[in-house]
């Protein structure tokens, strides 16, 4: 069987096809952060008008690169929620577009169980049940995974997630967006022994996460020292190794909850070297395993959201020509569709 993936839920249009016995023959994306980094954030109204341009011609670019055409999809999938409600507008015209003419079935996918099964592309992939955390921009969750369509909510974030705080704390200082990735690349440089910056709900048996107010302390150092390189650098690792330390206790606290042995980790900050490295040694440590997604299906793409849909549709073949959006959308209200 072979899916086609439209993801447009933010700032990156990504078109993937998957093939069910030979996994993702085509893959193409666009990135729009030159577009939004002169506003310093995403805008909009500007993410969907680029979607509109690009869309097209990347199914075009991932039929060239698989050697398939239009009639050899047998399953069309976009992302149908959370997100930006004009973005994932036209992700989902295009898929009913497409579904109409080429009499296809079509299948909305959450966006977050997208990244949650993204693991799943890898090699070796984690069998079920796992614990997974997903860490992106917008989302700071760890979740108990018994199957497609079977996520239990353990924890999450109570203010900021973890990639807000990150993006939040570059633009104090004075890095380009996105600020996730160039603060991550600033702290190498740092010494993050410097600053002694709290560690917010590490105390205590709880699975919740709160990073707004690691993000004021970075403000107040900031403010209360001369700024120069080396303390932008020093923030930098100092801030990181406060998030790394809180998001490695709650994954080990929720394997212990749980009884499982395997995490998984997917989302935008899960490409984050230094909280790679950390879970790895964690929990190397108390006999778990750790599973990524290769680094490429860390942040948005359409891999993950045809591969997804696969799996949801061996399951429950998928119905008739769809055109929902869901910006907000429970993870794990799913299981209930």
Not at 161 to 166: Q, Y
Not at 201 to 229: N, Q, V, W, Y
Request: some cysteine; glycine content about 10%; hydrophobic content about 45%.
């Amino acid at each position: 069987m072979l899916t086609l993936g439209i993801e447009t839920s933010c700032d990156e249009t990504g078109v993937a096809l998957y093939d069910s016995g030979r996994g993702v023959v085509g893959d193409a994306l666009h990135s729009q952060v030159d577009l939004h980094a002169l506003y310093g954030g995403v805008v909009p109204e500007l993410a969907s008008r680029d979607h509109i341009r690009r869309v097209v011609p990347l199914v075009r670019e991932a039929l060239v690169q698989a050697g398939r055409t239009l009639d050899d999809i047998d399953l069309i999938a976009y992302t149908e929620g959370p997100g930006l409600a004009g973005a994932l507008l036209v992700g989902a015209s295009v898929a009913a577009g497409l579904g109409i003419a080429l009499d296809r079935p079509v299948v909305g996918v959450h966006h977050l169980e997208g990244h949650l099964l993204s693991p799943l592309l890898a090699d070796p992939r984690p069998a079920f049940p796992f614990v997974a955390l997903l860490v992106s921009g917008g989302h700071t969750q760890l979740m108990a995974v018994e199957g497609v369509g079977r996520y239990a909510l353990l924890g999450e974030t109570v203010d900021d997630a973890a990639g807000e705080a990150f993006d939040k704390t570059a633009s104090l200082l004075g890095l380009s967006y996105p600020g996730g990735p160039a603060l991550a690349e600033l702290a190498r440089e740092g010494d993050a022994r410097r600053f002694a910056f709290p560690r917010p709900m590490l105390a205590g048996e709880g699975l919740d996460f709160s990073f707004s107010g690691l993000k004021t302390s970075a403000l107040h150092c900031i403010r209360k020292h001369a700024p120069d390189d080396r303390l932008r650098a020093d923030v930098a690792a100092s801030f990181q190794a406060a998030v790394i330390d809180v998001l490695a206790a709650k994954c080990l606290r929720a394997l212990e909850a749980t009884g499982m042995d395997r995490l998984v980790v997917a989302g935008g900050v899960g490409a984050n070297v230094a909280l790679r490295d950390r879970l790895v040694r964690e929990t190397a440590r108390t006999g778990a395993t750790v599973y990524f997604p290769p680094a490429r299906l860390c942040t948005d793409n359409g891999a993950m959201i045809a591969f997804a849909a696969a799996l949801r549709h061996q399951e429950a073949p998928a119905g008739q020509e769809s055109f929902t959006v869901r910006p907000r959308w429970d993870l794990s209200t799913l299981d209930a569709r």
